[in-house]
């Protein structure tokens, strides 16, 4: 069964310091993973893709890596600052399937506190 | 405002009742996406349309639910004779080009309570 499986489940960090959060999967062959933020209240918003070909994909503060082979990716969030208090949920695409088959984690609650 | 926009975006009201919510999706992206979230869950997708045509619904999708995307602009999804498990956030998302690595962007939600 494909899943995603993401870790850890919630963190509390001191503002400033960075942290790393996991996403391990099973589905295969899967054609891109996404990392989303979604604050409390709102829709998720799209952090990076990247295609399976692909290991590292960087939007600011926020840097993403991808190895194929272990299934596992991870989300790198360095300075952290208040508001970035928010859910991470990674999601992977199932090779040759459309957006309706998107995986989504059940996310990890970040919390920054000064 | 350019985004996806979504209305209401609270929603209470008591078990029985119909409820419809409404998404107008970015202008020119011609694929549509309603997914529902519970707390401490990644969203749930429930159906998506591709201009006008309601191309997928997903098996979590009771009789109750339907949703419409008429004239391929705006949706709405409606819910009858609401039950307390519908409580949760129903997310709409559009999105547009090449399907394998299609970004997909989300409105903000319509929050729901069934009492």
């Known amino acids: 069964k494909n899943q995603v499986e993401q870790s850890p489940q919630s963190l509390i960090i001191l503002e400033g310091k960075n942290c790393t959060l996991q996403?391990?999967?099973?589905?295969?062959?899967?054609?891109?993973l996404r990392w989303y933020k979604q604050d409390t209240g709102r829709g998720p918003v799209s952090l990076t893709i990247?295609?399976?070909?692909?290991n590292t994909k960087s939007n600011g503060r926020y840097t993403a890596t991808l190895d194929a082979d272990t299934k596992q990716s991870s989300l790198h969030i360095t300075a952290s600052q208040l508001s970035d208090s928010a859910s991470y949920i990674c999601v992977v695409t199932p090779a040759n399937q459309a957006g309706t088959a998107l995986i989504f984690g059940k996310g990890t609650t970040l919390s920054v506190s000064s | 405002d350019t985004g996806v926009s979504q209305n209401p975006r609270h929603k209470i009201t008591k078990r029985g009742q119909n409820v419809t919510f409404r998404c107008d999706p970015i202008?020119?992206?011609?694929?549509l996406y309603w997914y529902r979230q519970t707390l401490g869950q990644g969203p749930e997708f429930l159906t998506y349309f591709q201009n006008e045509a309601q191309l997928e619904k997903s098996r979590l999708l009771s009789d109750r639910f339907s949703a419409e995307r008429p004239k391929g602009s705006f949706s709405t999804l409606e819910i009858q004779r609401t039950e307390q498990g519908d409580s949760a956030m129903y997310l709409c998302?559009?999105?547009?080009?090449?399907?394998?690595?299609?970004?997909?962007?989300f409105g903000s939600g319509t929050q729901l309570s069934v009492l």
């Open positions: 998302a559009s999105s547009f080009g090449w399907v394998a690595n299609e970004k997909l962007f």
């Open positions: 996403c391990n999967y099973t589905v295969s062959p899967f054609s891109n």
């Open positions: 202008s020119e992206h011609n694929r």
């Open positions: 990247m295609t399976f070909s692909e």
